[in-house]
């Protein structure tokens, strides 16, 4: 994230929000920018599909973002890398994340600055975990 930690987290914190106003938490491939004074839900534009793929896998990205994943399964390697929280989620799990033969179950608790704390709970397989508070140049 580069350093826009805050920027991030308030960007998930709206898609999340937008989610719940559609069936089944399915984004839209495009819904509108209105006023909220205006409009008090979003808007989906009439001919988006919907769902729409890339809009579902956005959520999943985000996560992985936020949570500073990156994984290298050619090594047996999850590194992760400055973890953050939005304010509304105090705890996050992740159960049987896979790198390449491998599986991790991972515990995020919400710290201080939005900064989160790290508990590897399980691994199966042949994979190093590795927690870092400083960011890693890598390409996005």
């Known amino acids: 994230m580069?350093?826009?930690d805050q920027d991030a987290c308030?960007?998930?914190g709206g898609i999340i929000d937008a989610a719940q106003h559609f069936e089944h938490y399915r984004l839209p491939e495009v819904f509108a920018g209105f006023s909220r004074d205006e409009f008090?839900?979003?808007v989906r534009y009439p001919v988006a599909c919907h769902p729409q793929a890339w809009?579902?896998?956005a959520v999943p990205f985000m996560i992985e973002s936020l949570l500073g994943l990156v994984p290298n399964a050619f090594e047996?390697?999850?590194h992760v890398v400055r973890p953050v929280l939005p304010?509304?989620?105090n705890q996050l799990?992740?159960?049987r994340l896979r790198v390449g033969k491998a599986t991790v179950d991972l515990r995020f608790e919400q710290g201080p600055d939005r900064l989160a704390t790290t508990r590897v709970i399980q691994v199966s397989?042949?994979?190093d975990v590795a927690v870092s508070a400083e960011q890693l140049n890598r390409v996005a």
Request: no cysteine; glycine share 12%.
């Open 125 to 127: 397989g042949k994979l």
């Open 87 to 89: 304010e509304f989620i």
């Open 2 to 4: 580069y350093g826009f």
């Open 55 to 57: 809009a579902a896998g």
């Open 40 to 42: 008090h839900v979003p």
């Open 76 to 78: 047996n390697r999850l």
């Open 10 to 12: 308030r960007i998930f």
């Open 93 to 95: 799990e992740l159960l």
